[in-house]
């Protein structure tokens, strides 16, 4: 299968040549967090330094000042001098600093395990201390659909719950503008907004979305990306109608038309607007 995933919001992301769902890096991070471990002062330093110890790279004793990189689906983590990484900080206050990646060692992703998991913070793609609307809500982003012009796959960060009245969390997922489904009814398409991990789980979802899309067409019953062309609206709009002997539709009787005013395009369209949208019930 030939296909190219482009991008449409943000930073070029390579993907791997024989099997385009998989990044295998991209040309520009941001540098959201950095820290320092050392023996003395990190509870679980000698667990938190394994991933060093068995690729040969454990080489500063006295520990590693760390950076890690984030870009809309792909993360790293920098292991350098402590020095180093103090002066970045300095250097950064701006926001405009960079570093020398090749006086230290970069592995792709951001660790987990014993010590990482208490260690790294919870953090969001969108930040309200750098512009954005709220911690945790807005675009990451968004590829062209292969087979529906001006359609696009997009990756959100959204506030949400899992069923009505529940308590609001914060969350990411993707929506298709060619068949408009709900992915909040879709069930393992939503995820706990934990950090880059699950943005980027998130984005090879949408992937995979489009490259269905691409082998099967949109519409076909082996394809994900599956219109309902209205056939649920008919069906309410039908029984309302009949229940409350109106002649009118209580919902708009086209998907589009209905995901504009009630589903995630309407959260999508705020968000671009740079308007808070309200808390999203599935």
């Keep these: 299968m030939n296909v190219t995933i482009t991008n449409t919001y943000g930073t070029a992301h390579n993907v791997s040549e024989t099997n385009p769902i998989r990044v295998t890096s991209c040309d520009r991070y941001r540098l959201p967090l950095t820290g320092i471990i050392t023996p003395s002062t990190t509870p679980a330093y000698d667990d938190m330094v394994q991933m060093l110890r068995d690729n040969g790279h454990d ?3 006295e520990g590693y000042g760390l950076i890690f990189l984030e870009s809309e689906e792909f993360s790293a983590t920098y292991f350098g001098s402590i020095t180093q990484v103090e002066q970045y900080k300095r250097d950064n206050a701006n926001g405009t600093a960079t570093f020398d990646a090749s006086q230290g060692v970069m592995y792709a992703q951001w660790p987990h395990g014993k010590g990482w998991d208490d260690f790294l913070p919870r953090t969001f793609w969108n ?13 990451v ?3 062209a659909h292969t087979e529906t012009p001006r359609a ?3 990756v959100y960060e959204f506030e949400g719950t899992w069923r009505p009245g529940g308590e609001p969390q914060q969350l990411v997922t993707y929506h298709c503008t060619a068949c ?13 907004n934990t950090g ?3 943005r980027r789980w998130a984005a090879r979802q ?6 269905s899309a691409h082998r ?7 394809s994900a990306c599956r219109p309902n062309n209205g056939e649920m609206l008919r069906v309410v709009n039908a029984v309302t109608r009949d229940m409350w002997g109106t002649t009118g539709n209580a919902l708009p009787d086209t998907d589009d038309a209905y995901c504009a005013t009630k589903g995630p395009c309407s959260i999508i369209r705020e968000l671009r607007a740079g308007v808070r949208p309200s808390v999203y019930s599935a």
């Design 206 to 211: 949408a992937r995979q979305h489009i490259i």
């Design 180 to 192: 408009h489904k709900d992915t909040s009814y879709d069930s393992g398409h939503v995820h706990e």
């Design 196 to 198: 880059p991990d699950s």
């Design 152 to 154: 696009e796959v997009i």
């Design 59 to 61: 080489t500063r004793p």
């Design 141 to 143: 982003t968004a590829f």
């Design 216 to 222: 099967h067409g949109v519409g076909d019953e082996n």
């Design 127 to 139: 930040v309200k201390a750098r512009g954005a609307i709220a911690d945790g809500v807005g675009l």
